[in-house]
């Protein structure tokens, strides 16, 4: 059974960049089938798609944000990684990854979510 | 690029049935697979319904889907309706330009 984990800092300060990470147990980073994903949730609000990755390395990412996110994969290490730069107060956010279907386009298993929030 | 809107809240009691729509702003809602997530307070979302109207393992089967060509929306449907399906709701779908859309959420009140 897939598990995803998040893990990062839980404070950023404004203007600096957010990194966190995902690590993938009981299946392979590796596979075709699945896009590894990125996802938020501001505090009380609903959930933004931020972007993924494949395991080719090609990146698709939401176009308010594509000036600001990079996702990267490490398959050795079967993890991915997200960075948004430039971040302020609205960046604030529980940050999930998902697992994302190639074939019909929904998300499973999500992580348990890691609250960042941005403040100086 | 095209919007999904939910309403905001719902409500009914426990044993009956309450229907949760999901209506697309352009584009035709039979284009797309239309998938739905619960998130019950301070957890992870979970996947309810996908390709319309297909639940995972381990959903019960009170929970159902479908789409409706006529009012360009999906709907999510919980028969006999437990206090443990009180949570948030929300529909996902895709197109062409944006792979990812989700609506705002459905809060569902079980009392």
């Known amino acids: 059974q897939v598990q995803l984990q998040e893990s990062g800092p839980g404070l950023v300060k404004p203007s600096q960049t957010l990194s966190l990470t995902c690590t993938v147990s009981g299946g392979s980073i590796s596979s075709g089938d699945y896009y590894w994903s990125w996802i938020r949730q501001p505090p009380g609000k609903g959930l933004e798609w931020i972007g993924y990755?494949?395991?080719?390395?090609?990146?698709y990412y939401n176009p308010s944000l594509t000036s600001r996110v990079t996702i990267s994969l490490y398959t050795s290490r079967n993890q991915f990684s997200l960075k948004l730069s430039s971040v302020t107060a609205a960046d604030t956010a529980v940050y999930y990854c998902a697992r994302y279907y190639y074939d019909s386009n929904w998300f499973d298993p999500w992580g348990q979510g890691t609250l960042v929030t941005v403040s100086s | 690029n095209f919007m999904l809107t939910q309403p905001h809240s719902v409500s009914e009691s426990p044993g009956k049935t309450v229907t949760i729509s999901c209506t697309r702003s352009?584009?035709?809602?039979?284009?797309?697979?239309v998938q739905w997530y619960q998130q019950r307070p301070g957890s992870s979302p979970t996947t309810m319904i996908y390709?319309?109207?297909?639940?995972p393992s381990g959903v019960p089967d009170r929970f159902s889907g479908s789409i409706d060509s006529s009012s360009n929306s999906a709907s999510l449907t919980i028969s006999g309706l437990k206090t443990e399906d009180e949570a948030d709701y929300y529909c996902q779908s895709y197109d062409n330009s944006i792979p990812v859309v989700f609506g705002g959420g459905t809060k569902l009140t079980v009392l």
């Open positions: 390709e319309d109207n297909q639940r």
């Open positions: 352009s584009g035709s809602i039979a284009s797309n697979y």
């Open positions: 990755i494949y395991y080719s390395g090609s990146t």
